[in-house]
C-alpha cells in the first residue's frame, strides 16, 4: 500500500484528524490538505505517482524534424554511407536549413535504437590524437582488400584497394584497385598523386614491404630501401611509419577504407573487377573527422602563413616548384606527430597561381 492510499484512507474512511495523521506519518499538513483536495478532485488516481516530465519543452526540436533525423539515417545506412550524428547534422544544415547539435542528432538515434551500444570499445578520450596543421603536410597511405563477385552473383576474386589521404583534410587524394598491390604500383599512384596535388612534406604509413622495406631481412634490411623510398628522397619528403603491430597510428586512412567498403557492399551493382572496383569518394558528400567538422574539399584550402615562426607553411603550385634536392638520412622522422621541418629539408619557394593550391615547408624571409 502507497503512502498516499495510507493517508487518505486514515482521515477518509478512519475518520481521523489531519492534524493527527500527518504527525504519525511524518508529513506535512499543508502537503496533506493538497492531497485531499486532489483525492476530491481526481479519486483513486491520486493513489499512483504521478509524472515528473514537464508540461512544455521549450527546447524540443519540432516532430517534424525528429522524424528527418530518423529517414536520413536509415537512408544513408541503406546506400552504405556513414549514418553518424555529424553526417546527419551536415545534411540537415546543407540539405534542410535545419541546425541540431551533434549531442541532440545522437539523443534521438539512441531513442529510435538505431545506435548498436559497444560497451567494449575503447574510448576516444584515451587515443593520443594528432592531426597535420595544412593540407600536404602529411600524407597517408594504406591498402585493404574487398572481394570481388562473378557476374552470376558468387564471391570471386580477392582485390586490394590502395589510398592515398590528406592527413589534414581526409581527401581522398588517389584511390585505386588492383589484383595485388606491389611496390611499382604503390610508386606510380603516389607520383599521379603528386601530379595532381603536390608534392607532400612528409608521409605516413605502416611497414608494409611495398613502402618500406626497414624491417626486412633483419638488421640487413635497415639501410635498405624500395622505388617508393627513393622517390621519397628524391624530393625531399619526410617517410614517416607508424610502430608495428600499432593501426591506430593510420587510423585516418585505415577509416577512410572502413566507409569506403562500406559504401561498397551497399552498391546494388557489385564490382566484378578490379578496374570496376577503382572508386574515390567525393569530398562533398558528407563532413570528415576533422577538428572543425568541415567536408575535405573545405579543409583542403590553405591555411594563413604565421608571422612569427622559425618554420612557415604557405601555399604554391607544382608548375611552379623546382626540383628539390635530396634529404639526408638524418632527416627521416618515424614519430608521427613530429611534423617540424628539419634543419637540412630544402627551402622552396613561395609562389600563388591560379592552378591548385598545396602547402610545402619553406624558410621565412629574413633568415639564412
Known amino acids: ?9 486514515a482521515v477518509v474512511v478512519e475518520k481521523r484528524p489531519v492534524r493527527e495523521v500527518a504527525l504519525q506519518y511524518g508529513v506535512s499538513k499543508s502537503w496533506f490538505y493538497e492531497l ?20 512544455s519543452s521549450p ?15 536509415e537512408k544513408l ?17 546543407h540539405h534542410h536549413d535545419v541546425t541540431v547539435s551533434r549531442a541532440t542528432i545522437s ?10 551500444p559497444e560497451p567494449k570499445k575503447r574510448p576516444k578520450s584515451s587515443y593520443i590524437r594528432f592531426q597535420a596543421a595544412m593540407p600536404n603536410q602529411t600524407w597517408q597511405s594504406d591498402f585493404t582488400h574487398y572481394r570481388l563477385t562473378r557476374p552470376d552473383g558468387r564471391p570471386g576474386a ?31 599512384t603516389f607520383r599521379k598523386a603528386v601530379a595532381e596535388h603536390g608534392i607532400p612534406a612528409s608521409t605516413l604509413t605502416d611497414n608494409g614491404m611495398v613502402l618500406t622495406t626497414r624491417l626486412s631481412g633483419g638488421k640487413r634490411g635497415a639501410g635498405t630501401r624500395n622505388g617508393f623510398e627513393h622517390e621519397l628522397r628524391r624530393l ?13 597510428t593510420c587510423g585516418k586512412v585505415e577509416r577512410f577504407q572502413q566507409t569506403m567498403k562500406k559504401w561498397l557492399r551497399g552498391q546494388p551493382d557489385q564490382p566484378t573487377t578490379a578496374s570496376a572496383a577503382t572508386s574515390s569518394t567525393s569530398p562533398e558528400r558528407s563532413p570528415s573527422a576533422t577538428t572543425t567538422r568541415r567536408t575535405p574539399s573545405a579543409s ?33 622522422s618515424t614519430h608521427p606527430s613530429d611534423t617540424r621541418a628539419p634543419a637540412d629539408h630544402p627551402a622552396r619557394p613561395a609562389q600563388k597561381t591560379d592552378g591548385q593550391t598545396h602547402v610545402y615547408w619553406v624558410r621565412p624571409s629574413g633568415m639564412s
Open 36 to 55: 485531499l483536495q486532489r483525492h476530491r478532485t481526481e479519486g483513486d488516481a491520486v493513489f499512483e505517482p504521478r509524472s515528473r516530465r514537464p508540461e
Open 107 to 116: 539523443r534521438y538515434l539512441t531513442k529510435a535504437g538505431l545506435v548498436a
Open 300 to 332: 583542403d584550402e590553405p591555411t594563413p602563413e604565421p608571422a612569427s615562426s622559425s618554420w612557415s607553411k604557405t601555399s604554391t603550385s607544382t608548375s611552379s616548384t623546382p626540383p628539390p634536392a635530396s634529404s639526408s638520412a638524418s632527416s627521416l
Open 77 to 93: 545506412t541503406s546506400t552504405g554511407l556513414d549514418a553518424g550524428p555529424d553526417t546527419i547534422g551536415w545534411h540537415l544544415a
Open 1 to 9: 500500500m502507497t503512502l498516499n492510499r495510507l493517508l487518505i484512507t
Open 158 to 188: 580477392d582485390s586490394e584497394i590502395l589510398s592515398w589521404l590528406d592527413d589534414h583534410s581526409r581527401y581522398a587524394l588517389h584511390v585505386t584497385a588492383h589484383v595485388r598491390v606491389t611496390g611499382p604500383i604503390v610508386l606510380t
Open 59 to 73: 527546447t524540443a526540436i519540432p516532430a517534424e524534424v525528429a522524424d528527418l533525423i530518423i529517414e536520413l539515417c
Open 236 to 248: 625531399g619528403v619526410i617517410q614517416k611509419n607508424s610502430r608495428p603491430n600499432h593501426p591506430t
